[in-house]
């Protein structure tokens, strides 16, 4: 027994040591995609009363040409792109996107503004945003009309109808029980004496 001891010992030190390797490897391996040095920077210039976007791409402080930069409008559902697909970098780093006008934003006509490198074998993912207020400012319009999305005052009629009803045959039977209650005790007094 002793022979199964010592194989038994030596098996879990293998196993604990091969797990703490993983481990230990998976803990310091680094990202070889991206070395963080990437910066996009975005502006809004005005040529000719086109709106546009511009984002300037480097690396390390030197301008990276040749990289495809997505354009993204942040909405409440997703990103929605702006211009086609993509605009790759010039020679300056530059890549420049019309901004479409008829952009709903928020209340005030803020648009969040995203631009991003995907996935790029040197670079990695880079992102960057900023708020620009070109946006159609959009403005709820109050619902009149009786539909199920609607606040409480424009519910349908068959709808307030059933809840209400629910609602009032439910605390009657639990008023009904309480009386049955008050009738049972009621009833146990006289039945004592």
Request: aromatic share 8%; net charge negative.
């Amino acid at each position: 027994m002793k022979p199964d001891a010592i194989s038994i010992k030596k098996f879990t030190s293998l196993v604990c040591s091969c797990i703490l390797l993983i481990c230990a490897q998976h803990l310091c391996a680094q990202d070889s995609t991206g070395t963080g040095e990437a910066k996009i920077d975005i502006s809004f210039p005005v040529q000719d009363t086109v709106k546009q976007v511009r984002a300037k791409l480097t690396h390390a402080g030197t301008a990276v040409k040749g990289i495809d930069i997505h354009f993204y409008a942040k909405k409440s559902f997703g990103l929605l792109p702006l211009e086609g697909d993509n605009v790759t970098t010039d020679d300056n780093g530059e890549s420049t996107i019309d901004f479409p006008t008829d952009l709903p934003g928020d209340a005030s006509g803020n648009v969040v503004v995203i631009a991003r490198v995907e996935d790029d074998e040197n670079l990695g993912t880079v992102e960057a945003s900023k708020t620009i207020n070109w946006g159609v400012p959009s403005k709820p319009e109050p619902m009149q009309t009786r539909a199920l999305w609607t606040s409480g005052n424009n519910a349908p009629w068959p709808l307030t109808i059933t809840v209400t009803s629910i609602v009032v045959i439910v605390w009657g039977i639990i008023f009904y029980m309480f009386y049955q209650l008050v009738l049972i005790k009621r009833a146990g007094k006289y039945t004592e004496a």
